[in-house]
């Protein structure tokens, strides 16, 4: 069915059927309802093309992903993420542009979509220290969203992250209070905002103990499960081993259990382990009973937000910036229990 035939079948112009598609604040919510519904039931999607000539806009969203793998979007988090945001792209008709680009050349694709007009916006992934890409963008006009939070700089953007300190704070808290001490902590790459917010969570929680963080307890690498393994034995070699880790995922999660495993140690009796779970589709953090003690939120959640805030910005939201700051739940698993005498 082509968009003439359904906007007959309406009653309505070709125009107001695209722009009630595509989310335009100008539509009536009763007009908006009724596409939606019409579309659903005669399995009406939209063609693009058209849809981009009736807008006058690419009906298009940007994201740039580095080929380094050493960068923290490039790993399976990223799928649930992308799934999350391309379910509200694809209800509003939008296209999803991935542009992969060598290590350090992201500001020449996020220029070349900006001046190409290729995309009508953009999502920001993996927000690190001194980050440029900010001041590009605000330079475009380009509208974008955040996911997580440039360091130092949340004044005058839209973005969505989880209060990773808190969280992380509250898991090494829970961990303090099964007596343990000795407390590992397993992050992600340091200039990563993200990794750098847990840390601090960490090390406050500590330090409010009277603990001093020993730096060979703290490791911060790309969030694999063999790095999370090599790490996890080389702590364990350690005169004064760990008696806790916190991970801050499940995939490094799992390499912290094989590395228990290949000592003879028992997860949740000889050692205790804390992950963050982003509650992945393919890969769960068990069923009715979770596998792991967790800090949990969802990256698919996460990625959808990202996008409908994003999609409004793009359809004339002139609103100030939408900043939100999600809490964690704190699950309890078979993975943590009391620190063994003398620990």
């Not at 350690?238 to 999660?253: E, K, N, V």
Request: proline share 5%.
């Amino acid at each position: 069915m082509t968009l003439k035939e359904f906007s007959e079948l309406l009653g309505l112009s070709p125009t107001t059927v695209s722009r009630a598609l595509g989310g335009y604040p100008e539509v009536r919510e009763e007009t908006r309802r009724r596409v939606l519904e019409a579309a659903r039931a005669h399995g009406y999607r939209p063609n693009r093309r058209a849809a981009a000539l009736a807008t006058g806009r690419a009906m298009a969203i940007g994201h740039v992903i580095p080929t380094a793998l050493n960068h923290e979007m490039v790993n399976p988090v990223f799928a649930d993420f992308i799934a999350g945001a391309g379910d509200v792209y694809a209800r509003a008709g939008y296209d999803m542009l991935l542009s992969v680009v060598p290590d350090g050349d992201e500001l020449r694709a996020y220029r070349h979509m900006a001046n190409t007009g290729n995309v009508d916006g953009l999502i920001v992934h993996g927000p690190r220290a001194d980050d440029p890409r900010l001041g590009l963008l605000r330079a475009t006009g380009l509208p974008f969203v955040v996911h997580g939070r440039i360091p130092g700089d949340d004044t005058d953007y839209s973005f969505v992250d989880v209060d990773n300190r808190r969280a992380f704070g509250r898991a090494a808290d829970l961990l303090l209070d099964l007596g343990h001490r000795r407390i590992a902590l397993l992050n992600g790459i340091a200039t990563m905002d993200f990794a750098r917010r847990r840390r601090d969570g960490v090390v406050g929680a500590l330090v409010a103990r009277g603990i001093e963080a020993d730096p060979a307890l703290i490791s911060a690498t790309e969030m694999t499960e063999h790095a999370a393994h090599a790490a996890t034995r080389r702590m364990l070699d350690l005169a004064d081993p760990p008696t806790a880790f916190l991970a801050s995922s499940l995939i490094m999660g799992i390499g912290v259990r094989r590395a228990l495993g290949d000592r003879g140690l028992t997860m949740g009796r000889d050692v205790s382990v804390v992950i963050h779970d982003d509650m992945l589709g393919y890969l769960t953090n068990g069923t009715e009973v979770p596998i792991f003690t967790a800090t949990r939120s969802s990256v698919r959640a996460a990625g959808r937000r990202c996008a409908e805030i994003l999609l409004a910005r793009i359809t004339g939201d002139s609103a100030p910036p939408v900043q939100e700051v999600w809490e964690c739940e704190l699950v309890l698993g078979g993975s943590t229990g009391p620190a063994l005498t003398g620990a």
